[in-house]
């Protein structure tokens, strides 16, 4: 599959890696509130669009926090595969999960960009997956750590993206009505868009729709 595949529900899947209380404390790269919002809009367009995600954290009981229930409560019951390791990748257990979903596209999104998303991305990408990194998800200590991290992703083979351009790519389409609802959701909710959503719901009325009129009914 090349990079010039839309990433799609079929096609993809999301690792979501240590938003955990003390990784937070060390975001220095970002406004920790804007990487939240970004996080959950990864995580809420999983769930709208049934991609499948691995949630998994480092020494949550021991030392840094449990995930971020921001996060987890998008995925209730769910469990997270917990590590000693930086890198997920040499944990058995993420490895299997990779394995068993089977998919080939991968969204990974974790703290700190330096060693948690890039340590497994540049061991997945040499077993051969794709992997696409929503940047404004994830952050680090400073904004160099953040930004050379990204730069030797790319470099590596690994395709920066946004957390809304990945929803977008999802959703295609606005008249595409199963989701259409949703996708407004997470843009009122997680984005500035969400002010422009309310004002033509006012101003136009309940059924003011993107997707046109027929998509509104």
Known sequence: MPKT???????????????????????????????????????????????????????????????????TSVFPGQALIDRTSINSWVDPNFRAAVQKIGRRKWLIAGLWTEACVMFPSLDMLREGLEVYVPTDACGDITV????????RLAQAGAVPITSLQWSFELQQDWARSATYDGMMEIMKAHSP????????????????????AKAAE
């Open 5 to 71: 595949d839309m990433l799609s529900p079929e096609n993809c899947a999301l690792a979501l890696i240590d938003y955990q209380p003390a990784m937070w404390q060390g975001v220095g790269s970002h406004d920790r509130t804007i990487v939240m919002h970004n996080a959950q809009i990864l995580a809420k367009a999983a769930k709208l669009f049934g991609i499948p995600t691995i949630l998994t954290t480092v020494a949550a009981d021991s030392f840094s926090g449990p995930m971020m229930p921001e996060l």
């Open 144 to 151: 160099e750590a953040h930004e050379r991290a990204v730069q």
């Open 193 to 212: 868009y969400g002010i422009q959503i309310r004002f033509s719901k006012w101003a136009l009325g309940e059924h003011a729709s993107e997707g046109g």
